[in-house]
Structures are given as C-alpha cells and as structure tokens.
C-alpha cells in the first residue's frame, strides 16, 4: 500500500507546485497591461527651442505612430588598448507617424550610415563598456541616435 502511496502524494506535490508556478509566472492580463501602456515614457531629449520631445505609448496604443524597422543588424566593435575586446549587435527600429515607413525604407542607406557613426562614436567613448545598460547610458544613445534620424532625413517624426 505504502509504495503506491508514495508516487501519487509526489505526483500531487509536483502537480500542484506547476501549477503554482504557472500562475506566479503568468503575464499580466489584458486590464492590468492597460495601465501600463497609459504611462508616457518621459523625455527622449531637449529640442533646440528648449521644449522636450517625448515618446508616449499613449500614441502607439491609439494607432497614431508605426514603428519601421531597420533591415539588417548593426555590429559594432568594442575596441580597448587597440584590441577588439567585444563585438555589440543590435537591431534598431524607428518610430514615425503613420503612413510614413516607406520614407524610412527609402532612406534606410542614409540613416544606416549616420547610425553606425552615432554607435562608433559611443564606442569611441567608452558607452559600451562597464554598464553600458545603465539608464544614463541608455538615454545618452538613444537620444543622439533619435537627433541623428531627426537631422538626417526624418524631419516630420516627432510631431509632439
């Protein structure tokens, strides 16, 4: 009696501890991930009239901007005493108004190029090393990769 006793209380703890992690781990339902998205995500960057650009989910949620993403990986070279010392790849994608992704795709050559000088010149400076995912680090790149698309060929994606 006791050796078919054992397997089935095993079974019931393992059963019942899966489905306690199931339900721990689950994502968050629908009505919680809504207010989420109502949170803007704060300032990209200062404009030069002084005023902030900021990037809301409010509008991506509401279906006022499309994100296009760029073709291929950027590879960029962690360099220190004149040695590789590692390799960072990222995709990067862009966010502009609706309707207007077929502009970037046709300018992608040119914002490839004015990208992979922004990401050297982070690399340049050390952005890749230590804690390169700090919230400082992060915002620096992502703000002068935003100005280099704004300046480049993408004048009309930040309306706000």
Known sequence: MLKFLIPLVLFALGSGG???????????RS??????????????????????????REDAAAGTTEFAKIANQFVVPVVNDAQIEAMVVLSLSVEVPLGETAFVFDMEPKLRDRFMQVLFNHANIGGFSGAFTSNEN????????????????LPNTCRR
């Open 138 to 153: 992060m915002r620096v790149l992502r703000g002068d990769l935003h100005r280099a698309a704004r300046t480049c060929c």
């Open 31 to 56: 009505d919680e991930m809504s207010d989420l998205a109502q949170a803007p995500c704060g300032p990209v960057e200062d404009t030069e009239d002084g005023t902030e650009v900021t990037t809301s």
């Open 18 to 28: 899966g489905i306690g992690a199931a339900l721990f781990m689950a994502p968050p």
